[in-house]
């Protein structure tokens, strides 16, 4: 790729600024885990399977701050993780890596000293790093095989190499049937209000040399019943036990119109981005962001002083109108409460 989402350098956490990009290629370095926190709140970095990685470099990077003792330790480790878990509430990748990084610690502290688990909490988080670019590639060998050459290919968001490690997941689909010498095109939602699509998926397409065409989300169900769209492929930020699946908010508008319009409509997610603990999407907490992030457009205020607004940053779209979800495990087609459970638990 020719641009790094996240990285571990020096003891310090080096980040792709996406709240600059387009305009600006600029790298963050954070060497205090408190400002990992404000990234990923602040959406300097942004994407569920991202978001974990950064999670776990932030512990990693707290707890060589804490003390040698253990139960020092073990009590610094719980506020690092309890900042962390203050972040973002949707993206379940989160949740899944603070956790990963919590049981690590505790089987480790069985025979090893604190400085010993310190070291190995870091190469944790690089070897979260690493398999997630090679869970992305499994994912995009598996959803390839949905792909056509001279299929046009709808997406919302950023599930691209910017949500995650690197290559995306959405993303991921469309570089593995590029490599296979398909032909294909793009339709990238913009997203508003915080135009992912526009500022973050249509660069990053346009960087692989992938065509992309960007349109506004009011847009899609005009592309989608005119024919125009052969299939969408979008990413998730949780997904429930029975295929619910939580994304960035219209997402649920997409899939009702592919339904309508007999579109297949993929997820692609890794595993770590499906919450078995819920059995519905009902129970997906639905991060509320700030009304301003609506109201303006980058600097500019688009609507009048004082208005009062909302902004609902994912919505739920029910598995019924979802074609299969497509992860490094093999995909699982409907009835998802039979066939998803199996492709998380491939991995104990
Ligand atoms: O608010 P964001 O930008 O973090 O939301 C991101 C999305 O909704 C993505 O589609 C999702 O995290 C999947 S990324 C592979």
């Not at 990084?101 to 010993?116: Q, W």
């Not at 032909?183 to 992309?212: H, S």
């Not at 349109?215 to 899609?220: E, G, K, P, V």
Request: charge should be negative.
């Amino acid at each position: 790729m020719s641009f790094e989402t996240i990285a571990w350098q020096d003891g310090k956490v080096k980040m792709l600024n996406q709240l600059l990009l387009p305009a600006e290629i600029r790298y963050e370095l954070y060497d205090d885990f408190r400002q990992v926190a404000e990234a990923i709140r602040k959406m300097v970095i942004r994407g569920a399977p991202a978001i974990g990685i950064a999670a776990a470099m932030g512990i990693a990077q707290g707890a060589l701050t804490l003390p040698n003792e253990r139960e020092g330790f073990l009590k610094g480790l719980e506020e690092i993780n309890a900042v962390m878990a203050q972040t973002r509430p949707t993206a379940v990748n989160l949740f899944w890596a603070i956790d990963r990084m919590k049981r690590l610690t505790l089987r480790l502290l069985e025979e090893h000293d604190v400085a010993g688990v310190k070291e190995r909490l870091v190469q944790e988080a690089e070897r979260i790093l690493q398999e997630d670019i090679e869970i992305n590639r499994r994912i995009g060998e598996y959803g390839a095989q949905f792909v056509r050459d001279g299929d046009t290919i709808l997406t919302h968001c950023n599930a691209g190499a910017l949500a995650t490690g690197g290559y995306g997941t959405a993303t991921a689909v469309m570089r593995i049937a590029k490599e296979q010498g398909k032909k294909i095109r793009v339709l990238a939602d913009e997203t508003r209000p915080y135009l992912q699509g526009a500022r973050l998926t249509a660069w990053e397409l346009m960087q692989d040399g992938i065509d992309v065409e960007l349109i506004t989300d009011n847009m899609a169900g005009h592309f989608i019943k005119a024919g125009e769209v052969d299939l969408c492929i979008v990413g998730t930020d949780r997904t429930a036990a029975n295929g619910d699946v939580a994304n960035k908010i219209g997402t649920y508008m997409v899939a009702l119109a592919a339904h309508a319009n007999d579109v297949p409509f993929y997820v692609a997610a890794p595993t770590s981005s499906i919450d078995l603990s819920l059995e519905h999407g009902s129970g997906i907490p639905i991060e509320e962001r700030s009304a301003e992030e609506v109201t303006r457009v980058g600097n500019t205020v688009i609507a009048p002083t004082g208005v009062r607004a909302r902004h609902a940053a994912f919505d739920v779209t029910p598995a019924r109108y979802v074609t299969a979800i497509i992860t490094e495990n093999g995909v699982a087609s409907p009835p998802y409460p039979f066939t998803l459970a199996p492709l998380v638990r491939k991995n104990d």
